[in-house]
């Protein structure tokens, strides 16, 4: 087994959490919950080498538990339907265990699976293997992913054939190695079926002796055609160009976008976003993009992802490599987009969103290190969804800090209001609660929410070892003041968040708590051995789905799982809804 597989350490955690890691009790709780959230880069807590080494122990460790599962988690993680969606873990997981079960017996058909959906996630999977020290491809998982690219059509392969996916190692001449997808089909072409070998040896075929393999490949004769003079709509719509091709041979015209903009599928929802300006500025007024937005499903989108687009409208950009001036008019384009993103995403019932807006949420990107949108962007982007109906968002620290929405304020400058909130956020909550409780008392007009969702990337102390935050002072008495008001006790035997929760059921009604850690760290707990509490982590298209079922039940504490111990170690499987979810994959 290579080193990096072996050579796994420990991490360093935020203060006050280590005594909650779950790795050694119960690894497979341990993978899913704390490491589906696993960010691979430098953040505030540690470093990008240690974040891997991390993940890789969790996943092998799952993987001992229950042969099977780790495979399961992966291809979890990776489906943008079922799963999570996540393309980074959808490829470097399969790589790590591939490597370190090479021949076993779902190696070549869950390197298939995790690698069915994108065609660049196959170039992924091997830079992977290389720039991890995880050796070459083995024999199984090439059968995998030769199967995985021949789910593909013409226009995906061709769209990533030439892209260059850079390596760690340098050449000889010192520049960064790279791979392109056509290398990696070279890699596999043993095991490839007729049509992707026949466009393989396209691709790999010098210029001048390419004309003659085009034949029987549609695609490519039209393109062949059109790029060789006969630019009409037959021949660019046969031959599916690109985006980036058309804007590049056409030039980003009206009449260009018109032409893409025409056929179905070849600007999808997510470029349809990304191009809105370049769209604008080619003379499509920004009505007329509110109305196509309108039109479209944007499904798979999360809420940050159009904030950071209307904050580069509102704001311009100014990022290594590119720079763009302020187009306020296009706003109203990203609150479109934002509205059929939203079209059914949140559980029935009034939610507060809560935002840890402290330093670190601000720190790491999310979705690579190209990616402006941080975990802080998220978090007040989705507490600032919840106010369109509840009517304010929060910041949290052992208190909490209100934000009103404004009439007729936006939620992206909703959004942005909460970034400048003083709640640095806090790894217990219930003192939070308590605050809300006293807030909602002595405001009884105000809303009350039926849900609280606290956004952090903290690890969260479980809910049964919460406290009300600084027991000394004027603040602290005045919390106990109220539970004991209340007639709720507050001993050793009694939870504060409990309590806390206990007091909001007998003054204000029902109420859940779902502590969402956004960037979830080694010592993350999870499960809530509390009612009317649920923690989760990570960007999952179902999570909401979860909450939902969850709430539908009662609310129910998560039944107690007994301890893993290395003797015992791959002899049951724990139970759990979101595990045997994750078995069906």
Not at 251 to 271: N, Q
């Amino acid at each position: 087994m290579p080193r990096v597989l072996r050579d796994v350490v420990g991490t360093l955690t935020h203060e006050g959490a280590a005594a909650f890691d779950l790795s050694r009790t119960d690894p497979l709780t341990h993978l899913t919950f704390t490491q589906g959230a696993a960010l691979f880069q430098d953040s505030f807590y540690r470093t990008q080498v240690e974040e891997l080494r991390s993940y890789a122990a969790a996943l092998l460790a799952a993987e001992r538990h229950e042969r099977g599962f780790g495979w399961k988690f992966a291809a979890y993680m990776r489906d943008p339907v079922k799963g999570k969606g996540n393309r980074v873990q959808g490829s470097i997981a399969p790589a790590i265990l591939a490597a370190a079960d090479p021949e076993g017996p779902f190696t070549e058909e869950y390197t298939f699976r995790c690698l069915r959906h994108r065609a660049d996630d196959a170039v992924l999977f091997v830079t992977h293997l290389e720039n991890l020290g995880l050796g070459a491809v083995p024999e199984a998982a090439r059968k995998g992913l030769a199967r995985a690219l021949a789910g593909f059509d013409e226009y995906q392969l061709l769209k990533y054939s030439r892209r260059q996916f850079p390596l760690a190692r340098r050449r000889a001449n010192g520049k960064r190695a790279s791979l392109r997808l056509v290398d990696v089909m070279g890699l596999v072409k043993a095991h490839l079926d007729a049509r992707t070998l026949k466009l393989y040896r396209y691709l790999h075929a010098p210029t001048r002796e390419r004309e003659h393999l085009t034949q029987g490949l549609a695609l490519l004769e039209g393109r062949r055609a059109f790029f060789h003079g006969d630019v009409s709509v037959e021949n660019f719509v046969k031959g599916r160009l690109s985006t980036e091709q058309a804007l590049s041979f056409l030039g980003s015209t009206r009449e260009t976008w018109r032409r893409v903009l025409d056929v179905p599928g070849l600007l999808p929802d997510l470029a349809f976003k990304g191009y809105v300006r370049a769209m604008y500025l080619a003379g499509i007024p920004a009505r007329t993009l509110v109305e196509m937005a309108r039109e479209r499903r944007f499904a798979g989108l999360w809420p940050h992802q159009v904030y950071m687009g209307w904050a580069a409208a509102r704001n311009g950009s100014n990022r290594p490599g590119y720079r763009a001036e302020p187009a306020p008019a296009l706003e109203p384009v990203f609150e479109a987009i934002l509205a059929r993103v939203c079209e059914g995403l949140l559980p029935e019932g009034k939610s507060l969103g809560i935002a840890d807006i402290s330093g670190s949420m601000f720190g790491v990107s999310l979705g690579g290190t190209q990616s402006q949108a941080t975990v802080g962007d998220a978090a007040v982007t989705l507490a600032a969804v919840m106010a369109r109906e509840l009517g304010y968002a929060a910041t949290f620290s052992d208190d909490i800090f209100v934000e009103d929405r404004k009439p007729g304020q936006g939620v992206f400058d909703h959004a942005y209001a909460l970034r400048g909130g003083p709640g640095w956020g806090s790894t217990q909550v219930a003192g939070s609660v308590v605050s809300l409780i006293q807030l909602l008392r002595s405001q009884p007009s105000r809303p009350r929410p039926r849900t609280l969702y606290f956004f952090s990337d903290m690890q969260f102390h479980p809910p049964e070892f919460q406290s009300l935050g600084d027991t000394r002072g004027e603040a602290a008495e005045r919390k106990a003041a109220l539970l004991r008001e209340l007639g709720v006790d507050v001993d050793a035997a009694t939870p504060p968040l409990l309590a806390a929760l206990k007091a909001w059921h007998r003054a204000l009604g029902p109420v859940d708590v779902v502590l969402w850690n956004l960037a979830a760290h080694d010592s993350a707990p999870l499960p809530s051995k509390l009612p009317h509490v649920l923690m989760l982590a990570g960007f999952d298209a179902n999570s909401f789905r979860h909450v939902s079922a969850w709430q539908a039940a009662g609310s129910p504490a998560t039944p107690e799982r007994p301890a893993v111990t290395p003797a015992d170690a791959g002899a049951g499987k724990n139970p759990g809804a979101e595990l045997d979810f994750i078995r069906t994959f």
